[in-house]
T-cell receptor, first 113, second 114 residues
């Protein structure tokens, strides 16, 4: 069985300050991990993915995430928040070779001018 | 540019009505999915299809059925809509195989059942 825990349902940062969105997972098999972003009234868009290559993964719009197996974590970071980053972010786990994925409940990021 | 299109962005239906939600993808993907999204619950899988005429129940299939007659189209059917099916419905598609993973999403269909 697999699960995903997003540790914060809401995060608020000031524009220009760092962003940290936390995600912990559990998986019976070597997982693939993903972060998706959803802007209001839109579908989800892939930010980045980890599929057992480099543990530090770079994504779009300056986001990156580090896979830490010992901590079962896949936290999403960005050095400097922009107003356009305000959205909801979902961490997703897919156990190796398995069809189904599991979504976290999401973290809403608010960026204050 | 890849595209997943959901035919209706907003629908309002009455309790007991039959509801069809249509999804079309232009990427020749074998796998297609229907999720519902509710605040505080994230995305929950209703049904998925790994090829034409194939379907498998997800985590919350009760009250829903699906149809996949053509590769590019995956329909979600609510036989008799109820108020607890008021939600945002998201369709997604993906290439098959253990090393692929990215889901491509439509923009969603927001259904209100009165």
């Amino acid at each position: 069985a697999q699960s995903v825990t997003q540790l914060d349902s809401h995060v608020s940062v000031s524009e220009g300050t760092p962003v940290l969105l936390r995600c912990n997972y559990s998986s019976s098999y070597s997982p693939s991990l993903f972060w998706y972003v959803q802007h209001p009234n839109k579908g989800l868009q892939l930010l980045l993915k980890y599929t057992s290559a480099a543990t530090l993964v770079k994504g779009i719009n300056g986001f990156e995430a580090e896979f830490k197996k010992s901590e079962t974590s896949f936290h999403l970071t960005k050095p400097s928040a922009h107003m356009s980053d305000a959205a909801e972010y979902f961490c997703v786990v897919r156990p190796g070779g398995y069809q189904k994925v599991t979504f976290g409940i999401g973290t809403k990021l608010q960026v204050i001018p | 540019d890849v595209k997943v299109t959901q035919s209706s962005r907003y629908l309002v239906k009455r309790t007991g009505e039959k509801v069809f939600l249509e999804c079309v993808q232009d990427m020749d993907h074998e796998n297609m999915f229907w999720y519902r999204q509710d605040p505080g619950l994230g995305l929950r899988l209703i049904y998925f299809s790994y090829d034409v005429k194939m379907k498998e129940k997800g985590d919350i299939p009760e009250g829903y059925s699906v149809s996949r007659e053509k590769k590019e189209r995956f329909s979600l059917i609510l036989e008799s809509a109820s108020t607890n099916q008021t939600s945002m419905y998201l369709c997604a598609s993906r290439l098959p195989g253990p090393n692929t993973g990215e889901l491509f999403f439509g923009e969603g269909s927001r259904l209100t059942v009165l």
